[in-house]
């Protein structure tokens, strides 16, 4: 698979752009307005119903004559917010939803009732009766969670309510929710470039000197920055900001246990802590935006110009530059019917044969931020993925492509870590549609482009606000 630059998209609504951003799109990224709420209820409703007419194909595809979704308000499936009209908040009374693979004819591939009275299984029978499923796939399965939403107390309801007949014919088939929710139509793919568009310009506004004040300006501050300009562009985001000062001892994951952990009391309490970011510092930030039941995941690094230098030092460029090679790496392998532990093989020898020291953990995107779909690797499981990391990657997916390598930073003397992650989709060929069944396409950046040059801050003045001139963080270069 190749990868390719999508188009830009004309802004609604932009704001001052940052010439120090550089990607490989070459473009300054712009901000986006959101449509009116009206509006945005037809754009995504009218998404869903491109993804609901997909269903009894993707029930073919793996085997199964009907799908039944059941919950109640506020014990929802997993799967019932992808399915849901955008004007509906939660799931009402008992929500009941079947998808038929081959309706008879004349009759429609989907019914919903909404009922809190037992006749509401005599409905379903009655539907049952006439079609006459051999099968009927539910969502319980014990280890996907896009596939494991039906609440046990709503099992056995479901079971008593269908009776022994139709009971006997449940069956768990966890890839048709995890395709229903993985696979995206192309129509999506406008407004997710228009969603990643702004949150680079967030992250280049963040990363510039109308933020931050060498000195003055703590990490905590960013963030809390960042999260205000979500809320005032009424977006939101599904992960708080995190921004870093990346030293020898930030994003070090030596540790590949796979053992059980837990949260001690103390760790529930919210801290902040108060990083004051000095000339010289290398930051990172990992951000998110979330809009139309959409959302993205960024990694970016810049780099606080001391007064005394022109420059980002050379061995920072050439982290920045492994990183990026890194990233060439996981795209080459990233092809649709894979594994996810067949292509985390494949990209570590890679990166082994070419002494690129790294950690790959990579994942699904879209209707949540840890999506439905492959995953290939885990910041602790580098070897292989249980369960999730046997999926296979399928066309129409969102990836973002997560991970980090190692480079010396001869000016300091020390290794460091370069986190990155950036967004990837799928596009068919020109010659295939996206019902067909071949894997002819391509993976493109969603914005355009991924970030190949460092975020400069510069100084505001002769002096470092409080904190004196701090060279690279602890000492002049």
């Given at each position: 698979?190749?990868?390719?630059?999508s188009p830009?998209?004309?802004?609604?609504?932009?704001?001052?752009?940052h010439?120090?951003?550089?990607?490989?799109?070459?473009?300054?990224?712009?901000?986006?307005?959101?449509p009116?709420?009206?509006?945005?209820?037809?754009?995504q409703?009218?998404?869903?119903?491109?993804?609901?007419?997909?269903?009894?194909?993707?029930?073919?595809?793996?085997?199964?004559?009907?799908?039944?979704?059941s919950?109640?308000?506020?014990?929802?499936?997993?799967?019932?917010?992808?399915?849901?009209?955008?004007?509906?908040?939660?799931a009402?009374?008992?929500?009941?939803?079947l998808?038929?693979?081959?309706?008879?004819?004349?009759?429609?591939?989907?019914y919903?009732?909404i009922?809190n009275?037992?006749?509401?299984?005599?409905?379903v029978?009655?539907?049952?009766s006439?079609?006459k499923?051999?099968?009927?796939?539910i969502?319980?399965?014990?280890?996907?969670?896009f596939?494991?939403?039906?609440h046990?107390?709503?099992?056995?309801?479901?079971?008593?309510?269908l009776?022994?007949?139709?009971?006997?014919k449940?069956?768990s088939?966890?890839?048709i929710a995890?395709?229903?929710?993985?696979?995206?139509?192309q129509?999506?793919?406008?407004?997710?470039?228009?969603?990643?568009?702004?949150?680079?310009?967030?992250?280049?506004?963040a990363?510039?000197e109308?933020?931050?004040?060498?000195?003055v300006t703590?990490t905590?501050?960013?963030?809390?920055?960042?999260?205000?300009?979500?809320?005032?562009?009424?977006?939101?985001?599904?992960?708080?900001?995190?921004?870093?000062?990346?030293?020898?001892?930030?994003?070090?994951?030596?540790?590949?246990s796979?053992?059980?952990?837990?949260?001690?009391?103390d760790?529930l309490?919210?801290t902040?802590?108060?990083?004051?970011?000095?000339?010289g510092?290398?930051?990172?930030?990992?951000?998110?935006?979330t809009?139309?039941?959409?959302?993205?995941?960024?990694?970016?690094?810049?780099?606080?110009?001391?007064?005394?230098?022109?420059?980002?030092?050379?061995?920072?460029l050439?982290?920045l530059?492994?990183?990026?090679?890194?990233?060439?790496?996981?795209?080459?392998?990233?092809?649709v019917?894979?594994?996810?532990?067949?292509?985390?093989?494949?990209?570590?020898?890679?990166?082994k044969?070419?002494?690129?020291?790294?950690?790959v953990y990579?994942?699904?995107?879209?209707?949540?931020?840890?999506?439905?779909?492959?995953?290939?690797?885990?910041?602790?499981?580098?070897d292989?993925?249980?369960?999730?990391?046997?999926?296979?990657?399928?066309?129409?997916?969102y990836?973002?492509?997560?991970?980090?390598?190692?480079?010396?930073v001869?000016?300091?003397?020390?290794?460091?870590?370069?986190?990155?992650?950036?967004?990837?989709?799928?596009?068919p060929?020109?010659?295939?549609?996206?019902?067909?069944d071949?894997?002819?396409?391509t993976?493109?950046?969603a914005?355009?482009?991924?970030?190949?040059?460092?975020?400069?801050?510069?100084?505001?003045?002769?002096k470092?606000g409080?904190?004196?001139?701090?060279?690279?963080?602890?000492?002049?270069?």
């Amino acid at each position: 698979m190749t990868v390719s630059s999508s188009p830009a998209f004309a802004a609604q609504d932009s704001s001052t752009s940052h010439p120090s951003v550089g990607n490989s799109a070459d473009r300054a990224p712009k901000y986006f307005t959101l449509p009116s709420l009206r509006e945005q209820v037809t754009i995504q409703d009218g998404w869903t119903k491109e993804r609901r007419n997909r269903i009894p194909k993707i029930l073919q595809k793996y085997g199964v004559d009907a799908w039944l979704i059941s919950q109640k308000e506020y014990a929802e499936e997993t799967v019932f917010w992808s399915l849901k009209s955008a004007k509906q908040f939660s799931a009402r009374r008992r929500t009941t939803t079947l998808f038929i693979a081959n309706p008879t004819k004349g009759s429609p591939s989907s019914y919903t009732w909404i009922d809190n009275t037992p006749k509401v299984w005599e409905s379903v029978k009655e539907v049952l009766s006439r079609q006459k499923p051999a099968s009927i796939a539910i969502d319980t399965h014990p280890q996907i969670a896009f596939s494991s939403g039906l609440h046990a107390g709503e099992l056995d309801a479901l079971k008593e309510g269908l009776g022994k007949e139709w009971a006997s014919k449940l069956v768990s088939q966890p890839m048709i929710a995890v395709e229903y929710i993985a696979t995206m139509p192309q129509s999506r793919a406008e407004w997710y470039g228009k969603l990643q568009s702004t949150a680079w310009a967030m992250i280049s506004e963040a990363f510039s000197e109308s933020v931050i004040e060498p000195g003055v300006t703590t990490t905590t501050d960013v963030e809390w920055w960042l999260r205000d300009k979500i809320q005032a562009m009424n977006y939101t985001t599904w992960f708080h900001p995190d921004v870093t000062i990346i030293d020898e001892h930030a994003w070090n994951l030596s540790s590949t246990s796979s053992s059980s952990s837990f949260l001690k009391e103390d760790e529930l309490t919210t801290t902040e802590e108060k990083n004051v970011i000095h000339q010289g510092d290398l930051l990172h930030v990992d951000f998110g935006v979330t809009a139309l039941g959409l959302n993205t995941d960024t990694q970016h690094l810049a780099y606080v110009l001391p007064l005394s230098q022109t420059d980002i030092p050379a061995s920072l460029l050439a982290g920045l530059k492994k990183a990026n090679r890194a990233q060439d790496i996981v795209l080459s392998h990233l092809q649709v019917r894979r594994t996810g532990n067949e292509i985390l093989k494949d990209v570590l020898a890679q990166l082994k044969k070419e002494n690129i020291t790294a950690k790959v953990y990579s994942h699904p995107i879209g209707d949540w931020g840890h999506g439905a779909g492959a995953l290939i690797g885990m910041t602790n499981l580098q070897d292989k993925v249980p369960v999730l990391g046997d999926l296979a990657v399928l066309k129409g997916m969102y990836y973002s492509i997560e991970l980090l390598v190692e480079h010396y930073v001869e000016e300091r003397d020390v290794m460091l870590r370069f986190p990155v992650e950036e967004d990837v989709r799928w596009v068919p060929s020109a010659s295939s549609k996206e019902d067909d069944d071949d894997d002819k396409g391509t993976w493109v950046w969603a914005y355009g482009g991924r970030q190949e040059k460092f975020h400069i801050i510069q100084s505001r003045s002769g002096k470092e606000g409080d904190g004196g001139v701090a060279g690279f963080g602890s000492g002049d270069l």
